[in-house]
């Protein structure tokens, strides 16, 4: 069973820099696009950034120039570099991912459990 873990969530100044990793395991045969997605309260949940198998990359407009997206395919992991983080940040962020699964052999879409990003002086 495929499980998604996050870890690096946490508190931030303005200004200041965080780092999300998200580990995917169980029943992979593969990962078609991992990605981050985030949801403030009383909004909805949004795509921040988006890595594909074939090595193309998605930002969110209000993203771009400060998040930088990586994926290591050998470790089944992505990971979210946050810099000049500002209160708007401010979210639970979810690990997803489109994965192609063993036995099955059918094409799921897959959540993390989330980690809170707080922006705050």
């Known amino acids: 069973q495929v499980q998604l873990v996050e870890s690096g969530g946490g508190l931030v100044q303005p200004g200041g820099s965080l780092r999300l990793s998200c580990a995917a395991s169980?029943?992979?045969?593969?990962?078609?696009?991992m990605g981050w997605y985030r949801q403030a309260p009383g909004k909805q949940r949004e795509l921040v950034a988006l890595a594909t198998s074939s090595g193309s990359t998605n930002y969110a407009d209000s993203v771009k120039g400060r998040f930088t997206i990586s994926r290591d395919s050998a470790k089944n992991t992505v990971y979210l570099q946050m810099n000049s983080l500002n209160p708007e940040d401010t979210a639970v962020y979810y690990c997803y991912a489109d994965i192609l699964v063993l036995p099955t052999w059918r094409r799921n879409d897959y959540w993390g459990q989330g980690t809170q990003v707080t922006v705050s002086s």
């Open positions: 169980g029943g992979i045969f593969r990962i078609n696009a």
